[in-house]
Structure formats: C-alpha cells, structure tokens
C-alpha cells in the first residue's frame, strides 16, 4: 500500500471516499456483501478508479480497520484527557478522580449501533479472508498497544499499577468494550450508559492495584 503521507490531496480524497463506502457497505450489507463494484459505485467511482488506489478488496478492508482503530485511539485520547483533568483537581480524591475517569471512558467510548455492526463484520471479514488476516491482526494490536500505553501512564499518575501484562489487560478491556456494547444491543436495543459506567467500574478494581496508591496498604 502506498505511503498516505506522499499522496496528493486528489488521491487521498479519493480513498477517504472509497473507505467512507466501505464502512457504509460492510455496516447495511455485511462482510459477504462488501464488492468491488458495489463499494466503487456507493463512493461515485467507477472499478477503474478503484483499482487506480486499491490492489484489491482486501487492502481496502484493511485500510478501513486502520481507520476504525485510528478513530477509537482519538476516543481513547479524549477520554484521557478528561481524566487528566478530573486528577488535577485537588478537592478530589483518587476514589473519586477513578470514578470520574471510568463516566469519561464509558460516555466517550460508546459506539452506535452501526459501528458495532462494522467492527463485528470486518472480524468476520479477516476471519474468512486470509489476505486481510495479517493487516488486521497488526492494526488491532499496535492500536491496543498505544490504547494500553495511555492507561499506563493514566493509572501511574495517580501512583496505582496494572494487575497483568498488556495483552491480558488489553484482552479484557476489549472484551468489555466490544462484547459489552454487542449484549447492550442484543438485550435493550440500546446502550444503558449507568451499567456501563458501574461494570467498567467493578472491572477497574479487578485490574488495577490499589495497594499502590497513597495510604492504601
């Protein structure tokens, strides 16, 4: 795949067309509904002008779970720099800058249904196409490690460490995010962002250790 940072503004324009259809195509068709033509002609391209900056269908579902993992890093982020600011506030405790660093993440990390759909298909996807299998293992673990990294250096700033390695830590709050928000679906129809908040909560304890933590033994 080309570098994104040597294209023009026409070509990147392009592709960010190609892969806005994409993601509407896989979300409302499915993984097995996702073509060629049927993403070129939602886009307003032709095959042509598909293959002028995709080699194939399998790169540009890989360019699209890049992207998905991009948008839930800037989330993350986000949601990291709310925490940041709840710490710096002195009236607060660390019971109580935790508490309001979980509300930040749930409100912040809560996907619509569509895009729970989206990620649900482009597993799916790399699941039953071994070309895309490699580009999304590999998007998938460098955004959990930089999402890991961030909570890090969140949880040591207010002197607490995390319980297990990061590929357990990531494995469970991945599974919190996205199995969560696929039950809240499949049960209510919606997601219920006080249940949310109170699980992410219980599950914060299971994986931080408090005993780090200023008068705490």
């Known amino acids: 795949m080309s570098d994104h940072a040597t294209m023009t503004p026409r070509r990147a324009a392009t592709r960010a067309r190609l892969l806005d259809a994409a993601r509407e195509v896989i979300a409302e068709r499915g993984a097995g509904g996702a073509t060629v033509e049927g993403i070129a ?6 095959r042509g002008a598909f293959y002028s900056n995709y080699a194939s269908l399998d790169e540009l579902i890989v360019d699209v779970i890049r992207e ?14 709310q925490f940041a600011s709840h710490r710096e506030k002195d ?7 935790l508490e309001g660093g979980v509300r930040d993440f ?40 930089d999402v890991y990294e961030i909570l890090e250096t969140l949880f040591a700033s207010v002197h ?11 494995d469970i709050l991945l599974g919190f995010f996205d199995q969560g928000s696929v039950m809240s679906y499949l049960e209510l129809g919606r997601v219920d ?17 408090r005993t780090a933590l200023p008068g705490q033994s």
């Open 160 to 170: 607490a460490q995390l319980r297990a390695t990061p590929e357990i830590t990531m």
């Open 41 to 46: 002609e939602r886009a307003g391209f032709t």
């Open 106 to 145: 749930v409100h912040l990390l809560q996907p619509p249904m569509h895009e729970v759909i989206l990620q649900a298909e482009l597993r799916l996807y790399a699941l039953r196409n071994e070309g895309a299998r490699v580009g999304y293992v590999a998007a998938v673990r460098e955004t959990m490690t």
């Open 91 to 97: 009236e607060l405790t660390i019971d109580s800058v």
């Open 193 to 209: 962002p006080d249940e949310q908040v109170a699980r992410l909560g219980r599950l914060v304890d299971v994986i931080i250790d």
């Open 68 to 81: 998905v993992g991009e948008t839930r890093l800037a989330q993350v982020r986000a949601a990291a720099a």
